[in-house]
């Protein structure tokens, strides 16, 4: 049997954060059951044994991936392998003091968690200072990089905030991503706070220009709104996972180990140290990803 292609890794390099965001389902620390924390060196090991198995795009993930001293060395020994693009996804806090060294260390694209621009509700939303994170995003526009703002969507607190972020984004130079919340620690959060994201993709149709179309329930459509690159991810990636081979996705746990995009905890498979060792974890975890 022909083993699945993944063309992208979703590498999780701490699950340590330094935000309290209410709706976080803790893929970081949820994923983390050992005390193993992979090096650059061992991380890079593992990516580039992926590369052949399709992988071609690596996102760096926590927890808080800037939380790493050691963040600059890995992006750098990513970038220098023949990859299609290494990107990372941030909290942002600690952007603006380490923007520039992740440019010159190859990085081409950044996600900025910012669901807010009310200071208050921010505070409210994860603990931390909003300041701080337009700091980041000021900064890695400065540096050159690629910058996409992730904005989670709840109903009663940030929906009506749609325009306003986009708005902000028109003006830095950003693309937008809304995000469905999933469910996370705390079900009743999720019951409360959940919306679709049907409405919002019907005033997009309206306002905007159609990029991609949804063909699909695991399609992203993407729409040009204000001349800003808006993206829409629903609830396919729940915490039940993506269903069939369309999201063929594999992540690398902090701790050293292969899985799915689900955040069950089935399916984990540890890889070992040596090249060999790394070629038959992807084989056994690609393979459990064929039979879901």
């Given at each position: 049997?022909?083993?699945?292609?993944?063309?992208?890794?979703?590498?999780?390099?701490?699950?340590?954060?330094?935000?309290?965001?209410?709706?976080?389902?803790?893929?970081?620390?949820?994923?983390?059951?050992?005390?193993?924390?992979?090096?650059?060196?061992?991380?890079?090991?593992?990516?580039?044994?992926?590369?052949?198995?399709?992988?071609?795009?690596?996102?760096?993930?926590?927890?808080?991936?800037?939380?790493?001293?050691?963040?600059?060395?890995?992006?750098?020994?990513?970038?220098?392998?023949?990859?299609?693009?290494?990107?990372?996804?941030?909290?942002?806090?600690?952007?603006?003091?380490?923007?520039?060294?992740?440019?010159?260390?190859?990085?081409?694209?950044?996600?900025?968690?910012?669901?807010?621009?009310?200071?208050?509700?921010?505070?409210?939303?994860?603990?931390?200072?909003?300041?701080?994170?337009?700091?980041?995003?000021?900064?890695?526009?400065?540096?050159?990089?690629?910058?996409?703002?992730?904005?989670?969507?709840?109903?009663?607190?940030?929906?009506?905030?749609?325009?306003?972020?986009?708005?902000f984004a028109s003006q830095h130079g950003c693309s937008v991503q809304l995000i469905e919340l999933v469910r996370g620690s705390s079900g009743e959060f999720y019951r409360r706070h959940h919306m679709s994201l049907e409405g919002v993709e019907a005033e997009?149709?309206?306002?905007?220009?159609?990029?991609?179309?949804?063909?699909?329930?695991?399609?992203?459509?993407?729409?040009?709104?204000?001349?800003?690159?808006?993206?829409?991810?629903?609830?396919?990636?729940?915490?039940?996972?993506?269903?069939?081979?369309?999201?063929?996705?594999?992540?690398?746990?902090?701790?050293?180990?292969?899985?799915?995009?689900?955040?069950?905890?089935?399916?984990?498979?540890?890889?070992?140290?040596?090249?060999?060792?790394?070629?038959?974890?992807?084989?056994?975890?690609?393979?459990?990803?064929?039979?879901?």
């Amino acid at each position: 049997m022909r083993v699945l292609q993944i063309p992208s890794l979703r590498v999780s390099v701490t699950g340590r954060c330094n935000l309290r965001c209410v709706y976080c389902h803790g893929e970081g620390a949820q994923e983390v059951r050992s005390s193993r924390r992979l090096s650059p060196q061992e991380i890079e090991r593992i990516v580039r044994v992926g590369m052949g198995f399709g992988v071609r795009k690596v996102k760096l993930t926590g927890g808080e991936p800037l939380l790493r001293r050691d963040i600059a060395e890995l992006v750098r020994r990513l970038s220098a392998l023949p990859l299609a693009g290494v990107s990372l996804t941030t909290n942002g806090v600690l952007l603006a003091e380490l923007a520039e060294e992740l440019s010159e260390a190859g990085l081409a694209r950044v996600n900025v968690s910012l669901d807010t621009l009310d200071e208050r509700l921010y505070r409210r939303l994860t603990g931390g200072e909003l300041r701080r994170v337009l700091a980041g995003v000021e900064a890695a526009k400065n540096a050159g990089l690629r910058v996409e703002l992730n904005t989670v969507l709840m109903r009663g607190l940030n929906e009506g905030e749609v325009w306003g972020i986009l708005e902000f984004a028109s003006q830095h130079g950003c693309s937008v991503q809304l995000i469905e919340l999933v469910r996370g620690s705390s079900g009743e959060f999720y019951r409360r706070h959940h919306m679709s994201l049907e409405g919002v993709e019907a005033e997009l149709r309206r306002k905007g220009e159609v990029l991609r179309r949804r063909r699909s329930p695991h399609d992203r459509p993407v729409y040009l709104v204000r001349g800003v690159r808006v993206s829409l991810c629903s609830s396919v990636r729940s915490t039940a996972g993506c269903s069939g081979v369309r999201c063929s996705g594999l992540r690398l746990t902090a701790d050293g180990c292969l899985r799915s995009f689900s955040y069950s905890d089935s399916g984990r498979v540890e890889v070992p140290g040596d090249e060999e060792g790394i070629r038959r974890a992807f084989e056994l975890a690609l393979a459990r990803l064929r039979r879901r």
